[in-house]
């Protein structure tokens, strides 16, 4: 049916276009005949006049015995005579167009004339709806010198095209409006026939699903085609079956591969500071300093933290990958975030804690988790040219603890941005992509939200909310 209404407006077209091209050419044609037999006319009356043939003397020879109007009457055609410089000399109609009253030929188009290999102008226009041709020739002597400017207007008249248009399209109409209704009808049965055996078929594999009991089709006297339909349903049932075996071993698996990469991840973020914290200490270490006893002792809760985090998180996956048990308590979230900063000596993090206390209710080794991956996803976001400046801050705002965490890194494009989130997503060479996911999972364990800015180039604010639930 597309087909049948595509083919009606291609010819349609193609035929009106052919049609008004044809009229063109017509009227072009006709008009340069006319320009050769008024020509002929001109010559034969410059051949038998009594005054010199000169440009001066054009008007007094074609005004002679009314010559221009005989003219003009014989070859049903108006006249418009110029001087060579355009200037209007005399025409044999008064009021034919706009084109017959100008007084002056624009320059143009006497430089067209003489730049024109036969001497020969065409202008086409419209004037208040109707189209005119406008025909500039020179009239020459018997030495083809040049005595003045021939203009022909001429009406173009489509009005017979028009009404032959309108005709092939009222029968090209009537002749595709038939095919139309014979190719509805046509397709109404065709579909009826072909799909009336497929209906059967079409049932069953609504029906099919994987990981449960599918049946087999079972249709005697088709057609090739349908029975090669059959034969492959039958085929992919048995497929099924093999494949939610394959598919309920392969998710155990996957489980498996995954808690192994959690583990792995959530070990990784206490070594870290341990490491961190160990080689701070070798660089500071001097047994002569009067607090060394105090530092050790911090350096020492720092580690023994890390180790009891360690310990938890070891613990907890134990149960089958389980998260540690909650272990709410109320904190001071700034003395929490400042122990976390301390991990982190000379990597150009600072801290900006609130004026005043904010404390909240929460477990302790998951603040501790959230704070320091966020410190260390701002860190790895460093271009290796460009010294850290990591700032962290905290604010109470209507009843919710505020943490922010700015960078001064490379930012994350638009592409990365509904991603950041996810597991096992990532932008760096190593890691697993479970930090941030993680992040967000404690977080909103505690109908928390976090959020996130960035611009590229010059950096990337993480923002967490925790409402406040203990004041």
């Not at 309108?166 to 095919?179: D, G, H, Q, T």
């Not at 099919?208 to 034969?231: A, F, M, P, Q």
């Amino acid at each position: 049916m597309f087909l049948v209404l595509i083919s009606a407006i291609v010819i349609a077209t193609i035929t009106a276009y052919r049609y008004k091209n044809e009229a063109e050419l017509y009227h072009q044609s006709r008009l340069e005949r006319k320009e050769r037999s008024i020509k002929r006319h001109i010559n034969y009356i410059l051949r038998r006049t009594t005054y010199p043939v000169k440009t001066k003397n054009i008007s007094l020879i074609f005004k002679e015995n009314g010559r221009i109007y005989e003219l003009s009457e014989i070859h049903r055609m108006p006249l418009i005579i110029y001087d060579l410089n355009g200037k209007l000399l005399l025409k044999s109609n008064e009021s034919f167009s706009k084109d017959s009253l100008e007084q002056q030929i624009p320059q143009k188009v006497i430089s067209e004339i003489k730049n024109s290999t036969n001497k020969t102008h065409l202008v086409s226009y419209e004037n208040e709806g109707e189209r005119f041709k406008s025909l500039y020739t020179y009239i020459t002597d018997n030495k083809f010198k040049p005595l003045a400017i021939l203009n022909l207007p001429y009406v173009q008249n489509d009005d017979l095209v028009k009404k032959d248009i309108r005709a092939f399209i009222k029968n090209l109409a009537e002749v595709y409006v038939l095919m139309l209704v014979l190719s509805i009808i046509l397709a109404f049965v065709l579909s009826n026939f072909i799909t009336s055996r497929l209906k059967a078929i079409s049932d069953k594999i609504k029906k099919t699903r994987l990981g449960t009991s599918n049946t087999k089709i079972t249709i005697d006297n088709v057609s090739e085609e349908i029975s090669t339909i059959v034969r492959a349903y039958n085929s992919m049932v048995d497929q099924l079956e093999a494949s939610a075996i394959k598919l309920a071993r392969s998710e155990r698996e996957n489980a498996w591969k995954e808690m192994a990469r959690q583990v792995a991840h959530e070990i990784k973020n206490p070594l870290t500071p341990m490491r961190l914290t160990i080689q701070s200490f070798e660089r500071r270490f001097n047994p002569e300093d009067p607090k060394i006893k105090t530092k050790l002792g911090e350096y020492s809760e720092t580690l023994i933290q890390q180790i009891d985090t360690m310990s938890t998180i070891a613990s907890a996956f134990s149960d089958f990958a389980k998260m540690p048990k909650r272990k709410d308590e109320i904190l001071d979230l700034n003395d929490v975030i400042d122990s976390v900063v301390d991990i982190f000596p000379e990597q150009g993090v600072r801290f900006q804690p609130s004026l005043k206390p904010i404390r909240i209710n929460f477990d302790k080794v998951q603040l501790v988790r959230v704070v320091t991956n966020l410190v260390k996803n701002a860190l790895q976001a460093i271009p290796s040219d460009r010294q850290p400046d990591i700032i962290l801050s905290t604010e109470s705002i209507n009843n919710t603890a505020v943490i922010r965490v700015s960078d001064n890194g490379s930012g994350i494009d638009d592409q990365n941005k509904i991603k950041i989130f996810e597991p096992n997503f990532t932008t760096k060479s190593s890691g697993m992509g479970l930090g941030l996911a993680m992040v967000k999972s404690i977080i909103e364990t505690y109908d928390g939200q976090i959020d996130f800015v960035s611009n590229i180039g010059i950096g990337t604010t993480f923002k967490v909310e925790i409402p406040i639930t203990y004041i």
